[in-house]
């Protein structure tokens, strides 16, 4: 058995804009990529011989989140992800699943941190140093 479904929860630590959490839409996919070493796919690394050339190359951890919920009349979630998005210093993150399952890792926001003002929900991309880690 395969068990799978919601992000629930994504918390940030900064050192200089504190902790906070933001919660995901319910039935979205995330696309989580752990971090490290991965072997190019190029169907023409090989030598005339046919020896196999394996060029490596480190892959950044990242989450693309499900929609955040943006609740416009409380506390602005979306000038909190820009403002770490800003800094210099980087945030501890712990990502949780519906499944009791959490990652986590120091990094910050990157790229677009859109708010649609119709639906209340804001874009997230998240960008890891090192390696993801299972804390669960």
């Known amino acids: 058995m395969s068990v799978a479904g919601d992000i629930t929860e994504i918390t940030f630590n900064h050192p200089v804009e504190g902790a906070f959490t933001v919660f995901c839409k319910s039935n ?5 990529e752990p971090g490290g070493y991965r072997s190019n796919d ?6 005339g011989n046919g020896g196999f050339i394996d060029q490596m190359n480190w ?6 989140s499900p929609p955040i919920d943006w609740d416009m009349t409380g506390e602005d979630v979306q000038f909190k992800l820009v403002a770490l998005a800003e800094s210099s210093l980087r945030s501890d993150i712990t990502i949780t699943s519906i ?3 959490i990652w986590g890792g120091k990094g910050k926001p990157v ?4 708010g649609d003002t119709n639906t209340g929900l804001v874009t997230l991309k998240l960008a890891f140093e090192n390696k993801l880690k299972s804390l669960s």
């Open 28 to 32: 979205e996919s995330g696309t989580l």
């Open 42 to 47: 190029d169907d023409n690394s090989s030598t």
């Open 59 to 64: 892959r950044r951890a990242s989450f693309e």
């Open 99 to 101: 499944s009791g399952k």
């Open 111 to 114: 790229g677009d941190v859109a």
